[in-house]
């Protein structure tokens, strides 16, 4: 019923001894170039240093833009409501909004379970036959 033989404890103990002293060790100088490579990556990823001269004009750049977008949405805040008031208003006598009886009245509309009947599915997976007669 047993198709492997599992090794008893003293064997299993001998065989992960014969396993870790067979081990093939690493070349010597191995871990020294790794740690070489990566630190060679590591100077090369990092962005280079700005200057004091350099971090100075991109301040004043992005102190240039704040002061520019602030004026401009003062300015938009200030001469919006003056723009607005030169648009031509419709008298209130013209600016009826018309009822939902009035515009449902002159669309072809059907009721719920019109609709309902029209477009429902046999358990059969069909159409109902009305909607085909109809068509």
Sequence with gaps: MNEFEYLSDEELEKFIADVETDLVQAPPGLLDGIMAKVDADSEKAKPPM???????????????????????????????????????????????????????????TMTKEEFLNRNKLNLLGGWNDETKEKE
């Design 50 to 108: 700005k200057t004091k001269e350099e971090k100075i004009v991109e301040y004043r750049r992005f102190r240039k833009q704040v002061i520019v977008s602030m004026t401009a949405s003062i300015a938009a805040s200030l001469l919006l409501p003056i723009a607005l008031s030169y648009v031509p208003e419709m008298p209130r006598k013209e600016r009826q909004i018309p009822t939902r009886e009035e515009i449902v009245g002159t669309q072809d």
